[in-house]
């Protein structure tokens, strides 16, 4: 059954509820058994995926294997290291509580929401997923309308493998949105912009749910002189125009090293042709802008500076060229919103400094990278800057590590995931402490008369 009557959005919670009352998610080997339903399930529709994606985004089949398919491998550690997660974890108390034991038992919440972005459809929408399963909850998951053929390759895999009162799927736009926030959920996981993220935050406070917002923001990309050029622009070129820049970690723009710009420039130039050919617009391999909007929103971008490659736009079929940009000024548009599309500016320094307090005058980035060998300017960043992650000498890989928490700090967002991160977002830690009988001593008791020179030890 594919839910899209909005009207019933009341019952599938109260549907979800009981069964989760139940207990049945609560069961490590049922959770395992889910996770494995949803690895057969992405299996067995590989080549519609692939499809729904070359339709939404035109993205190259290798990068949906990359990044969207490839969400198999986050299944796959949570499968490896659920039973290790779940087991209540033993505490070490203080000498004054030698008769009691301490434990942390992780519980599920109950019923979650997922709301998911476009850019990536179904990643961001299964990642957060496999930790929702993962932890013992039920979800109710809503893709984004924009990238329709993903939200319903999404909604007919959940609808044909999992039962409704457990995990289901409510296709639409702002209006379903809403309509689920309406409701109380006991946690919502929002991947989106930072506008929504502060709508979904508010909804959420009126009935004290929790909330993961993993939100975008324009994330700098740094480049010192003391780097391999060939392998630096490489990776530039490749974290900034996969998806034709709709990547919420791309690096957003380039704080370069006077002394090393033009160098850099020619590297990009060169790495482009090495990529997409002459004319990117005959690439099999270079994806096209999601909608009319952002397509016109990015042209926008393209009055900005001094375009030095590409520039180039075709409306009727949404592409943008890989775009290089110089000499912007920090007042134009493109340096006052997250650009999220294939255009690039370039902005240089003299002296680390400036890069740093450019970075810290801004809202705090999702990602930040920096290419150089230099410890102790690595060191400096990582110290005076801060950002939900940091990549040293690559893009966009760190999203890849699955023992690493992934999320924004401030207005990039709150909370994280991936791997273990992704059980935690959805498990509650329950604190239990246990005492034992053999023993009673009265320091705590009334009468006190006496007592405080012991408590006053104690503390000491
Ligand atoms: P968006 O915020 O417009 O939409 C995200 C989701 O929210 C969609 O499902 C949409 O239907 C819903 N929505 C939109 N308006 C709403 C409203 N008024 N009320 C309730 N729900 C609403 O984001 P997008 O355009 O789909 O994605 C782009 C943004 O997402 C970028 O800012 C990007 O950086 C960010 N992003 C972040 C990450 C991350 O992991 N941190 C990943 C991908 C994208």
Not at 123 to 150: D, R, W
Not at 157 to 178: H, L, M, R, T
Request: charged fraction near 20%; proline fraction near 5%.
């Amino acid at each position: 059954m594919i839910i899209t009557e909005l009207s019933n959005v009341g019952d599938i919670i109260q549907n979800q509820r009981e069964f989760f009352q139940t207990g049945k998610t609560k069961d490590v080997t049922f959770r395992i058994e889910q996770l494995i339903n949803l690895k057969q399930a992405i299996i067995e529709h590989e080549q519609s995926i692939v499809e729904a994606l070359q339709a939404d985004l035109h993205k190259p089949e290798v990068e949906t294997y990359l990044t969207e398919i490839g969400v198999i491998k986050e299944i796959d550690y949570a499968i490896k290291h659920l039973k290790t997660w779940t087991k209540p974890k033993k505490t070490a108390v203080s000498f004054d509580f030698f008769s009691y034991s301490a434990r942390i038992y992780p519980e599920p919440l109950g019923v979650v929401l997922i709301i998911g972005p476009w850019n990536y459809p179904f990643q961001l929408i299964i990642s957060p997923l496999v930790g929702a399963i993962a932890a013992g909850n039920c979800a109710i998951i809503k893709p984004s309308e924009i990238a329709s053929h993903t939200s319903r390759i999404i909604a007919e895999i959940v609808a044909k493998y999992f039962d409704p009162a457990y995990i289901a799927v409510v296709e639409g736009g702002v209006e379903a949105s809403q309509k689920l926030l309406a409701e109380k959920f006991d946690h919502i996981f929002f991947t989106g912009g930072t506008a929504v993220g502060k709508i979904i935050m508010a909804a959420a406070a009126k009935y004290l749910t929790p909330v993961t917002l993993e939100l975008g923001g324009k994330s700098p990309c740094i480049v010192d002189t003391d780097i391999n050029l060939e392998h630096t622009v490489r990776r530039i070129t490749w974290g900034k125009f996969i998806n034709a820049g709709q990547t919420c970690i791309a690096p957003d723009y380039l704080l370069v090293d006077k002394k090393i710009k033009k160098d850099l420039i020619d590297g990009l130039g060169k790495s482009l042709k090495e990529f997409y050919g002459d004319n990117p617009a005959n690439s099999p391999d270079y994806a096209r802008i999601i909608s009319q909007k952002h397509f016109d929103r990015l042209v926008n971008f393209l009055k900005d500076g001094e375009v030095i490659i590409g520039g180039v736009a075709q409306a009727s079929e949404r592409y943008i060229a890989p775009t290089v940009i110089d000499n912007v000024s920090l007042e134009d548009s493109i340096m006052q919103e997250e650009i999220f599309g294939p255009i690039l500016p370039i902005i240089e320094y003299t002296d680390i400094a400036e890069a740093i307090a450019l970075i810290n005058s801004r809202p705090k980035p999702l990602a930040l990278y920096l290419f150089s060998q230099n410890k102790n300017l690595q060191k400096r960043v990582l110290q005076e800057t801060s950002s939900g992650g940091v990549c040293i000498n690559d893009t966009v890989m760190q999203v890849g590590v699955s023992s690493l928490p992934f999320g924004g700090v401030g207005d990039s967002g709150i909370g994280n995931y991936h791997g273990k991160a992704s059980f935690d977002t959805f498990s509650h830690n329950k604190s239990v402490l246990q005492n034992s009988f053999w023993l009673d001593l009265k320091w705590r008791y009334a009468p006190y008369e006496g007592k405080l020179p012991l408590i006053k030890k104690l503390l000491g």
